[in-house]
């Protein structure tokens, strides 16, 4: 079955390095990859979508990577704030109209002043 | 602007007891809905889409059930509530660009 895989450990970095969180999948190839925020006691929050085609895709300070043959997304935050403290969630998409999404579990950022 | 709506926030129920969780979406036309519950500490499990109007597919087999009754609302229904139904259930709308919006949530408790 389809496996989403990331880092349930909490990341825990000081304020203003880079935070890269992974995100890897197995038995599975989709067609695009997001990554969501997700505050607690909240819905997620999209953020960025990566398509399969694509190597590398950036959003001030967001960048994401998606390799199809290490079958792996990165996930990195430049300049981190301690408001960049929060769950986030890596989705891999199919091909289908559904537009379903399978949701890892996420990792938790903390970023200390 | 499109807004997506969920109500309750919480619900404390008894096993047993039905369920029923509305989720409307504002601002866009035949959307895709999706069903989501979250375990805590857990990721996001689909347990319900739908494509359109009457139009429901099932991801996890349970006690629960999924009705479209109008192009903008979702109803996340079960008969009888079981302990392990209790999570953050959690809505949202996506047009063919494929992100998700998500509703606010609602904290379900079964005691």
């Known amino acids: 079955s389809q496996k989403i895989e990331q880092n349930s450990e909490a990341l825990n970095i000081q304020e203003g390095k880079t935070a890269t969180l992974t995100c890897n999948y197995t038995?599975?190839?989709?067609?695009?990859l997001q990554w969501y925020r997700q505050d607690p006691g909240r819905g997620p929050v999209f953020l960025l979508l990566?398509?399969?085609?694509?190597k590398e895709k950036r959003k001030e300070r967001l960048k994401v990577t998606f390799d199809t043959t290490l079958k792996q997304s990165l996930f990195h935050i430049t300049a981190s704030q301690p408001a960049d403290s929060a769950t986030y969630l890596c989705?891999?998409?199919?091909?289908?109209?559904?537009?379903?999404?399978?949701f890892g579990s996420g990792t938790r950022l903390l970023v200390r002043p | 602007s499109q807004t997506i709506h969920q109500w309750p926030a919480t619900l404390v129920q008894p096993v047993g007891s039905p369920l029923s969780l509305e989720c409307t979406v504002e601002?866009?036309?035949?959307?895709?809905l999706y069903w989501y519950r979250q375990a805590a500490g857990r990721g996001l499990q689909l347990l319900f889409y739908?494509?359109?109007?009457?139009?429901i597919s099932s991801e996890v087999p349970q006690n629960l059930s999924a009705s479209r009754p109008q192009d903008r609302q979702f109803i996340l229904s079960s008969k009888k509530l079981l302990l392990s139904d209790s999570g953050f259930y959690l809505c949202?709308?996506?047009?063919?660009?494929?992100?998700?919006?998500f509703g606010p949530g609602t904290r379900l408790t079964v005691t």
């Open positions: 601002g866009t036309s035949n959307p895709n």
């Open positions: 739908s494509v359109g109007i009457g139009q």
């Open positions: 990566i398509r399969e085609n694509e």
């Open positions: 038995n599975y190839s989709p067609a695009y």
């Open positions: 989705a891999p998409g199919g091909r289908d109209s559904s537009y379903k999404l399978i």
């Open positions: 949202a709308w996506s047009r063919q660009g494929a992100k998700q919006y």
